[in-house]
């Protein structure tokens, strides 16, 4: 990641980052994760039975809280193809009652919405339900990180209010 990045990241600012530490091994910089207190988005979505109302309405609110943090990092100058969306990789704060992200170890380039549809569909079950319905739409229009976090919230309204 460029350096100006990874200052960021240390300087602990940002609140869309999954907080870590940081240190010089041999000249090169290490970070470790401090992520007691943070969900795993994936580790949720694969113990949650699918179909079940409320944990998917958990999961989209977390997937919209994941597109407004990409946003959040672009507004502190990160660069859209350090921030990660390795399913792997994104971590939900409940206090925060936010997704918190990590910067790549190497750029990818493919615009958000590619990227995002693809991290939804790794997470399993519910998350290729939103994956087919997002791609679906994506079909139709532009969606980018704030369309994409609108779109999440208006499904969930939805969902709650039918029932």
């Known amino acids: 990641m460029p350096d100006y990045m990874r200052r960021l990241w240390q300087s602990r600012l940002c609140p ?3 907080p870590a530490g940081f240190y010089d091994d041999f000249g090169q910089i290490r970070s470790v994760l401090k992520t007691e207190g943070l969900i795993r988005i994936n580790e949720y979505a694969r113990s949650c039975p699918d179909g079940i109302e409320g944990s998917f309405c958990a999961l989209l609110h977390m997937l919209a809280s994941t597109a407004d943090s990409f946003a959040l990092l672009q ?3 990160a660069a ?3 921030i990660c969306l390795d399913p792997e990789s994104l971590f939900y704060s409940i206090s925060a009652e936010r997704t918190l992200l990590l910067f ?12 995002f549809c693809e991290t939804c569909d790794a997470l399993g079950g519910s998350g290729q339900l939103i994956a087919a319905r997002f791609s679906d739409l ?9 369309g994409t976090a609108s779109f999440l919230r208006g499904w969930r309204r939805e969902i709650l209010t039918v029932h």
């Not at 170890?105 to 919405?113: I, T």
């Open 16 to 18: 869309a980052l999954v």
């Open 138 to 146: 994506c079909a139709c229009r532009v969606l980018e990180e704030k």
């Open 104 to 115: 790549c170890e190497k750029p990818d380039p493919r615009p958000f919405a590619e990227r």
């Open 80 to 82: 859209p193809e350090w």
């Open 75 to 77: 507004q502190w100058l």
